[in-house]
């Protein structure tokens, strides 16, 4: 596809529940972010990717959180035993390198924990 | 630590004026990255423009222009020739080089409301 690809686009899910978040990011673009942005607020960095490693987890709130990248390509966040403030929209970003000065965002994932 | 801050949750403006969006940052790189994005009600991300923290002019795209004092850290975003589809979040970032990971932190953003 031409953009970055984020799926489901929305996701609600019991308190307690895991749930997987998917982001297929633009061909050939070796870094890949996921931010968190809460109701209202700014963009909180979760994870950076390199291909398939992630030097930067710095942002993961909690061992609950954990991310992988396969394949250089599509990456899983994934958050186990989702707890109501793990509500928000989940998004996805790629770029050529992590110095190019435009960063491309997926259309994100709304997860709501109920 | 490094830190993005925009001071005016809400901004309106007449169509058709100029509106300039204030955003102020932290850093103690010398080199870095400031960017500004603005987000739809629809929720994506669209990039605007970006200036680097040693270029000396102004970046300046379209109808979108960067008004960069590196003395005073500010990055303030200026619109001219408002829209109605200028109607949005505006959300101020940073990147700095010594991170090694191109990682934006971001501000809080400024809702933006054009009046017809």
């Known amino acids: 596809g031409a953009g970055v690809s984020q799926s489901p686009s929305n996701k609600v899910t019991e308190k307690g529940k895991d749930v997987e978040l998917r982001c297929d990011p633009i061909?050939?673009?070796?870094?890949l972010y996921w931010y968190r942005q809460s109701l209202g607020q700014g963009l909180e960095f979760l994870i950076y990717?390199?291909?398939?490693?992630?030097?930067?987890k710095s942002g993961l709130p909690s061992d609950r959180f954990s991310a992988e990248r396969t394949g250089g390509s599509v990456s899983t966040l994934t958050i186990q035993r989702t707890q109501q403030e793990d509500s928000a929209v989940y998004l996805c970003?790629?770029?050529?390198?992590?110095?190019?000065?435009?960063?491309?965002f997926g259309q994100g994932t709304r997860l709501t924990v109920v | 630590a490094q830190k993005i801050t925009q001071t005016q949750p809400g901004m309106f403006v007449q169509e058709k004026e100029a509106v300039t969006l204030d955003c102020t940052y932290d850093t103690s790189d010398q080199s870095y990255g400031l960017f500004w994005y603005k987000q739809p009600s629809s929720g994506e991300m669209i990039f605007l423009i970006y200036q680097g923290s040693y270029d000396e002019q102004n970046a300046t795209e379209g109808r979108y222009s960067l008004n960069f004092q590196k003395a005073r850290k500010s990055a303030n975003l200026v619109i001219s020739a408002s829209q109605l589809g200028d109607s949005a979040m505006y959300f101020c970032?940073?990147?700095?080089?010594?991170?090694?990971?191109?990682?934006?932190?971001f501000g809080q953003g400024t809702t933006l409301q054009v009046k017809p």
């Open positions: 990717f390199q291909g398939n490693s992630a030097p930067d």
């Open positions: 061909s050939g673009h070796t870094a």
């Open positions: 970032a940073m990147r700095e080089a010594s991170g090694n990971t191109g990682k934006l932190i």
């Open positions: 970003a790629s770029s050529l390198t992590r110095t190019d000065t435009e960063a491309f």
